[in-house]
C-alpha cells in the first residue's frame, strides 16, 4: 500500500504538478511553532532542538531523555521518546519520520512491525518532559518499585525477581567478547494494564542518584517493532553486578548506553500527556523511596544488594 502511495506522489511529480508544503503545529521550548513541510523530514529534525532545562539541585545528566514528543492525527496519539529519536542514544533503529503525501501529513515508522505507531492527517508534535528529579544520595539499589498503569506493581527484591519471572538471557557484543545477561524481558517486567493503548504512554525510570530516563512504552512493546532483547537483568557474566544494584536496564540497540539505567530504583509506567496531579503523585511516590532508601542505609550503615 506505501509502495503504491509512492508510486502515486512520482507520478505527480513527473507530471509537473507543483510539491505542496503542509504546515505542521509544533510546541516546545526552543522550536518553531509553526512549520513547513515537503517531502520526507525525520522527525527529530523537528523537534531534537527543543531546550531542555533542569532546575538547581535536579539531576541534569543527559537532560534530554527526559523528554518526549506527543504526535496527534486523526487515528489519535502515538509518542516517541526523544531518547530513542537522538541518533547519539537511538542506536540502530531507522528514524521516523512525517511525509508530505499531496495535502496531508503522515507520521511515519519504518521500522519493522513498527506501522502500529504511525500517524494519519498529522495535526501537531508537541514536546513534553517528566519532572526532573531531584539528585539521589546514589549507591547500589536493593529493590526496583513497579508503580502505575501496571498489573503487578510493587517492590521488587532480587528474591522476588527470581520468583516471579522465568530467567532468560540476551547476549550483548562488548569489547573482547560476550556479556550474557540473566534477567527479565523489560515489556514481561512491567506487564503494563492497558497495553492497547501503548501507543500512547510512557515509562520513566529512574536510579538511586536521581538519573532519569523517559521511554515510550510502544518502543518496548514488540506488537509495535519493539526489542523483545530490552531488559531487566539482575546478573550477567561480565561483571555489572552487584555494582549495578539489583537490577538495570539495558537497550542492545542503543549506540552510547545513556538509557541503560544502573541501580535501578524505580519504574513509572503513565499517559504521556497526564493530569498536573498525576506529575505531583508521581514525585511524592519518588520522594518517598528516596527516603526509604536513606533510612535502610543510616540504619544498617552499609549499601548492601538484598
Known amino acids: 500500500m506505501r509502495a503504491f502511495q509512492v508510486g502515486l506522489a512520482i507520478a505527480a511529480l513527473a507530471f509537473s504538478v507543483p510539491a505542496k508544503a503542509d504546515t505542521l ?23 531534537g ?28 496519539t502515538s509518542v516517541f521518546s526523544l531518547g530513542e529519536l537522538n541518533p547519539s542514544f537511538g542506536g540502530t533503529n531507522a ?17 519493522a512491525g513498527a506501522s502500529g505507531r504511525d500517524v494519519s492527517n498529522l495535526t501537531s508534535l508537541q514536546v513534553l518532559s517528566a519532572p526532573a528529579l531531584p539528585s539521589g544520595a546514589g549507591g547500589v539499589s536493593s529493590a526496583v518499585q513497579l508503580t502505575g498503569l501496571v498489573n503487578n506493581p510493587g ?35 512491567i506487564n503494563p494494564s492497558n497495553a492497547a493503548d ?24 514488540p506488537f509495535l517493532g519493539g526489542n523483545p532483547q530490552d531488559f531487566l537483568p539482575y546478573a550477567d557474566t561480565a561483571g555489572d553486578f552487584p555494582a549495578d544494584g539489583i537490577a538495570r536496564t539495558i ?18 509506567v503513565t499517559d504521556a500527556v497526564p493530569e498536573p496531579a498525576t506529575w505531583a503523585m508521581m514525585l511524592l511516590g ?14 544498617s550503615g552499609t549499601l548492601g544488594v538484598a
Open 25 to 47: 503545529d509544533i510546541l516546545g521550548d526552543g522550536i518553531s511553532g509553526d512549520v513547513s513541510i515537503t517531502g520526507d523530514t525525520s522527525l527529530w529534525s523537528l523537534v
Open 49 to 76: 532542538g527543543v531546550t531542555t532545562t533542569t532546575p538547581d539541585g535536579d539531576n541534569g545528566k543527559n537532560a534530554i531523555l527526559r523528554y518526549y514528543v506527543v504526535a496527534s492525527g486523526s487515528n489519535g
Open 95 to 111: 528514524a521516523p519520520f512525517v511525509s508530505d503525501s499531496g495535502g496531508s501529513l503522515s507520521l511515519i515508522d519504518p521500522n
Open 155 to 189: 517492590s521488587y527484591t532480587l528474591g522476588k525477581l527470581q520468583s516471579s519471572f522465568t530467567p532468560s538471557q540476551v547476549n550483548v557484543p562488548i569489547t573482547g567478547g560476550i556479556d550474557t545477561y540473566t534477567g527479565v524481558p523489560l515489556w514481561s517486567f
Open 198 to 221: 501503548a501507543k500512547s504512554q510512557i515509562v520513566i525510570t529512574a536510579g538511586t542518584d536521581g538519573y532519569e530516563i523517559v521511554l515510550s512504552l510502544a518502543e518496548l512493546d
Open 251 to 268: 537497550l542492545p540497540l542503543d549506540s552510547k548506553h545513556g538509557r541503560w539505567e544502573s541501580n535501578l530504583d524505580f519504574i513509572e
Open 286 to 299: 519518588f520522594a518517598g523511596i528516596g527516603f526509604m532508601a536513606y533510612r535502610r542505609r543510616y540504619n
